[in-house]
């Protein structure tokens, strides 16, 4: 079983910047895509960024306009997403996610495993 730990959620103010990470166990992490996803109340849950195997990034939302970037460090089995100049709609509850065939798609669906999901709320 792969099993992940999202942290590093709180409250923050707006334009504070704030740097989530994702603990994976196992010992083949390496090889998985990793995601970020959000969801707002009453909203679907969105990709926000994902890095594959390689270490390519591929930004989704706000993560386009240069805000958000997605990294990784498999040395520490971890996945980081840092959050700058944070918005007010930036509140969510955030998770990761991992790929076993290394990609990372947009689609929720694509993703075999997944956090609890930490906290963010950017207060105005």
């Known amino acids: 079983q792969v099993q992940l730990v999202e942290s590093g959620g709180r409250l923050v103010q707006v334009g504070d910047s704030l740097r989530l990470s994702c603990a994976a166990s196992g010992r083949t992490f390496s090889r998985y895509g990793m995601g970020w996803f959000r969801q707002a109340p009453g909203k679907e849950r969105g990709a926000v960024a994902g890095?594959?195997?390689?270490?390519?990034?591929?930004c989704y939302e706000d993560c386009m306009k240069g805000r958000f970037t997605i990294s990784r460090d498999n040395a520490k089995n971890t996945v980081y997403l840092q959050m700058n100049s944070l918005k007010s709609e930036d509140t969510a509850v955030y998770f990761c996610?991992?790929?076993?065939?290394?990609?990372?798609?947009?689609?929720?669906?694509?993703?075999?495993?997944w956090g609890q999901g930490t906290q963010v709320t950017v207060s105005s």
């Open positions: 890095i594959n195997w390689i270490g390519a990034s591929i």
């Open positions: 996610a991992a790929n076993v065939r290394g990609v990372a798609p947009s689609a929720p669906g694509e993703y075999d495993y």
